[in-house]
């Protein structure tokens, strides 16, 4: 699956599946630096991972996450969970990825997890199946959701009708393998309060509190 351009301020979802010290030995000395291991997404569809090093957290945590903005991936969904099975493979971790039922959540592991959500993806069933390397997990995880395929493309592919192929009759519908459209935060205004906030607040604001402070400890030890 080819990669795919999207704006980084779109991308608001970050985690940091990873953050451990690393050191190399070298004629001064050991050199200490971090490595970590970065997911990011815009819940719509779009994830990336990288990896970072530096000698200092943050800097490390910047270079992960511009090396996952620059090898985005989209992931084909059908409403909240994936198109079919499949088994990634990285190394000697295997991940499955199933699709579930609405309602089923996310079933799967810290590191399956941080792809998975990040991509947007709310029902899934997920096992690892080999390595419990927590870095093998979530390239496995990720190359799994690279061989998802629309049915749109299989058809084509095979030269036949959407409605000739064998899949069930829900996943016979095209509109559901559409290009998704990366999300658009909507600018806040504070001073345009939804009625239930403003309602709230101003209730807040009519009472008063007890001369003592309201406290819950003791009342003084008279003498």
């Known amino acids: ?7 980084p301020e779109l991308l608001k979802i970050e985690k940091v599946v990873q953050l451990k010290p690393v050191s190399k030995t070298v004629k001064g000395g050991r050199k200490r630096r971090y490595s970590t291991l ?13 990896m970072g090093k530096s000698a200092s957290v943050p800097d490390a945590i910047r270079k992960g996450v511009q090396s996952a903005q620059k090898h985005l991936i989209e992931v084909p969904m059908v409403h909240s969970t994936v ?3 499949v088994v990634g493979r990285t190394g000697s971790a295997r991940v499955m990825l199933k699709p579930a039922s609405p309602g089923t959540g996310v079933i799967a592991g810290p590191a399956a997890r941080a792809v998975v959500e990040a991509a947007g993806i709310k029902d899934i069933l997920t096992k690892s199946l080999g ?3 927590a870095i093998n997990n979530v390239y496995a995880t990720l190359e ?9 493309d ?5 030269s036949r009708d959407l409605k ?9 519908d095209a509109s559901l393998y559409e290009p998704r459209q990366p999300q658009i935060d909507i600018e806040y205004h504070p001073e345009e309060k939804p009625d239930r906030l403003r309602e709230k607040s101003e209730g807040n604001r ?3 509190r007890s001369p003592q402070g309201g406290g819950r400890g003791r009342a003084p030890r008279q003498r």
């Open 144 to 152: 799994g959701l690279k061989q998802m395929q629309r049915a749109t």
């Open 38 to 50: 970065v997911v990011v997404g815009d819940g719509n569809g779009h994830v990336g991972v990288g």
């Open 131 to 133: 390595s419990d390397n």
């Open 83 to 85: 198109p079919h099975m």
């Open 154 to 158: 299989v058809a084509k592919r095979r």
């Open 206 to 208: 009519g009472r008063s």
């Open 1 to 7: 699956m080819a990669r795919v351009q999207v704006d």
């Open 164 to 172: 000739d192929l064998a899949i069930p009759a829900q996943l016979k």
